[in-house]
């Protein structure tokens, strides 16, 4: 979602726009605890994904030792550039953020902040976890997406956005969002999510893309006992399935809105190099 603070005369900044799914966050608080929560910055750089206004940009080019800004609408970018002017730790990038390597906007390591558009939310997500990840992300999303990405295993809103995240991050929803926070308001509740790398994550690096790809066709299949998933999506006859499943350690009743993503990882190990059927990436959408 694009973003910003209203200042000065209203009429001089840049509108929102429909094709961007721009609603400026103006509530201090929030804006305030979107900074607050990437934690101490003052040696640190900082990308920010869509900055509006430039209301958040406000408060972490105060705190920062450096912010990258990445903004696609032209004219917020000729606003942001004048009214940063004078600063020499502010940078305005002109881009779709899906176009760039964020660590290579960074130059090192780095904390990200980003108010992403809901229409693009899922995409912008993933191509954050591009390795080398950020030190800490800060999201403001749609508040079922961020119920989503932090849901435990069973919860109804559990799925394989869930289990993709919590496979190689750890998930904090921080607070509700109303839409009298933004200009204009949104037709739904956001919500403020902190992402960070987990010490250890469940699946190799080389794996991940696989990883990803088996999830979201299990959750394709979520209520299908755990065997059937396995036949389906790997290919297999019922006897092999059934061994597979044992090899794990797992009950071949289970199903995939239960299994935590240790136990993806799990499957996914011993499968192997077993052809896997088609599954929707992210850009299509959850399962």
Known sequence: MSRGR???NARA?????????QHFLRDTRVLADIADALGDVRERTIVEIGPGRGALTDL?????????????????????????AGRSNVEIIEADVLTQSLAQLAGGPYVLA???PYYITTPIIFHALELPRP??????VQKEVAERMAAPPGDKTYGALSVNLQSVVDVSMLRRVPPSAFNPPPAVDSAVVRVTPRAAAEIEPELE????????A????????LVRVIRTI?????????????SCGLSPEARPETLSPAQFAVLVRALGNVPLTQAPSEEQGEA
């Open 6 to 8: 209203d200042q000065g």
């Open 13 to 21: 900044l840049p509108p929102a726009r429909k094709r961007f799914g």
């Open 60 to 84: 972490l080019v105060e705190r920062a030792g450096r912010v990258v800004a990445v903004e696609v609408d032209r004219d917020l970018v000729q606003h942001l550039r004048a009214r940063y």
């Open 114 to 116: 980003g108010n992403v």
């Open 135 to 140: 030190d800490v992300a800060v999201y403001l």
């Open 209 to 216: 893309k696989r990883f990803r790809r088996f999830v979201l």
């Open 218 to 225: 299990a959750f394709g299949l979520r209520r299908k006992q």
């Open 234 to 246: 790997a290919h297999l006859d019922a006897e092999r399935a059934h061994a597979l499943v044992a």
